[in-house]
């Protein structure tokens, strides 16, 4: 079966430091999304990417984060420069643009750990 | 401004009896309505869905039920197993309207079936 694939499954880094989030989504999706979860908190909304650019963004995406789909299979999120509070799960999911149905693939998540 | 909420952060329910997962909605645009399911240290998966032209859906032991009125959703497992002790997310979106098919998430609810 399809499954979006994300990497590393965990990152420790350092405040001010910058991280790349890692995604492959499934090969013929068409929207693809992050997603965070704070610890014991909801899965939040961060941006979601169309046509190889932004479709839509939440507020906590701020001019730290940013989107790429460089080469037409990895989808990463980059945090230029670290906050405590980024310290979350990272879920990338990706969508086939038919709504109906089964909705998000999204992958196994990538623990963000900033000290 | 929580759209979606899941009132309930936990449930415990014996081994073959039902479970009823409650989530509440503030958004009246909201026209599609998705349950996930997510095992520790795993991405969501999806469970169920259901369109605001219905007001239940099933699938197997799983049946979503839709009030658009109360703006309330259900979920319902029968008979419920321990494989089911997962935490449970309710997601809404307004497809007809979002060019981008984002997902609002409730903050779960933790269903523990004891054997």
């Known amino acids: 079966e399809p499954e979006v694939t994300q990497t590393p499954s965990h990152q420790v880094t350092q405040m001010g430091q910058e991280v790349i989030l890692r995604c492959v989504p499934i090969?013929?999706?068409?929207?693809f999304y992050w997603y965070r979860q704070i610890l014991g908190q909801k899965v939040e909304f961060l941006v979601s990417?169309?046509?190889?650019?932004?479709?839509?963004k939440s507020e906590i995406f701020d001019d730290q984060f940013s989107v790429e789909r460089p080469d037409g299979s990895n989808f990463t999120l980059k945090i230029r420069s670290t906050k405590l509070e980024d310290s979350a799960m990272y879920f990338c999911?990706?969508?086939?643009?038919?709504?109906?149905?089964?909705?998000?693939?999204f992958g196994s998540g990538t623990r963000l750990t900033v000290v | 401004d929580q759209q979606v909420k899941q009132n309930s952060p936990s449930l415990s329910v014996q081994e073959g009896r039902i479970s009823i997962l409650n989530c509440d909605y503030t958004?009246?645009?909201?026209?599609?309505f998705l349950w996930y399911k997510k095992y520790p240290a795993e991405g969501p998966t999806f469970l169920i869905s259901?369109?605001?032209?219905?007001d239940k859906n099933e699938d197997g032991r799983f049946t979503v039920f839709l009030n658009k009125s109360a703006k309330h959703l259900s979920l319902h497992i029968v008979p419920s197993q321990p494989g089911d002790s997962a935490v449970y997310f309710c997601?809404?979106?307004?497809?007809?309207?979002?060019?981008?098919?984002?997902?609002?998430f409730g903050t779960g609810t933790r269903l523990k079936v004891l054997a």
């Open positions: 090969s013929n999706h068409l929207y």
């Open positions: 999911a990706s969508l086939s643009g038919t709504p109906v149905g089964d909705g998000y693939t």
């Open positions: 958004n009246s645009m909201f026209d599609y």
């Open positions: 259901i369109s605001s032209i219905k």
């Open positions: 997601a809404a979106s307004d497809l007809s309207t979002s060019g981008t098919y984002k997902y609002i």
């Open positions: 990417f169309y046509n190889n650019e932004i479709s839509e």
